[in-house]
T-cell receptor
Framework: GAVVSQHPSWVICKSGTSVKIECRSL??????MFWYRQFPKQSLMLMAT?????????EQGVEKDKFLINHASLTLSTLTVTSAHPEDSSFYIC??????????????FGPGTRLTVT | KQEVTQIPAALSVPEGENLVLNCSFT??????LQWFRQDPGKGLTSLLL?????REQTSGRLNASLDKSSGRSTLYIAASQPGDSATYLC???????????FGAGTRLFVKA
């Protein structure tokens, strides 16, 4: 099946710094990628939808200036957490849709990135 | 607004039991429904995807059914094993907002 990778798998940063997380579709082209965050023992919350070559669409309550999303190519989307604070500590997961797979709108998920802000 | 509910929130069963996890959604206008497994601290593993035109999908000991008109899906796990212990998430791809909406999950523990 299709593979989505994320880098880094975990990161620790100091409060006030910025962190970039990469999401790559390894064997397919993804015109649409999604970013989720997950707090401990909770489900996934969609943060934004990223379309290649255009601005991301953010969900209500998600600060677009804090969570910068760039989808510069059909295989790469990045999420930058700017001026990170301890409350931004979470598990961030990206996913991508392979519209050519023949399986309508199946979503492939990356392994996640655990961010800890100290 | 689409809402996805999973029942029960947690389940503990002895090894070998057959079990059913339930998922319900409020808006039947969906493209598909997916069941995922998530181990602690890990990402998601897709188990089964049912397209809106289908009624069920099977993979090994897993069987998922979909009744779109009533807004319900079930995940049946046969002959459960300790290795099945994980959180199981149900998600629907909503045609209204073109988004995938997740349920809160069912935490399953299979005792040896």
């Amino acid at each position: 099946g299709a593979v989505v990778s994320q880098h880094p798998s975990w990161v620790i940063c100091k409060s006030g710094t910025s962190v970039k997380i990469e999401c790559r579709s390894l064997d397919f082209q993804a015109t649409t990628m999604f970013w989720y965050r997950q707090f401990p023992k909770q489900s996934l919350m969609l943060m934004a939808t990223s379309n290649e070559g255009s601005k991301a669409t953010y969900e209500q309550g998600v600060e677009k200036d804090k969570f910068l999303i760039n989808h510069a190519s059909l295989t790469l989307s990045t999420l930058t957490v700017t001026s990170a604070h301890p409350e931004d500590s979470s598990f961030y997961i990206c996913s991508a849709r392979d519209h050519t797979s023949g399986v309508a709108y199946e979503q492939y998920f990356g392994p996640g990135t655990r961010l800890t802000v100290t | 607004k689409q809402e996805v509910t999973q029942i029960p929130a947690a389940l503990s069963v002895p090894e070998g039991e057959n079990l059913v996890l339930n998922c319900s959604f409020t808006d039947s206008a969906i493209y598909n429904l997916q069941w995922f497994r998530q181990d602690p601290g890990k990402g998601l593993t897709s188990l089964l995807l049912i397209q809106s035109s289908q009624r069920e999908q099977t993979s090994g000991r897993l069987n998922a059914s979909l009744d779109k008109s009533s807004g319900r899906s079930t995940l049946y796990i046969a002959a459960s094993q300790p290795g099945d212990s994980a959180t199981y998430l149900c998600a629907v791809y909503d045609t209204g907002g073109f988004k995938t909406i997740f349920g809160a999950g069912t935490r399953l523990f299979v005792k040896a």
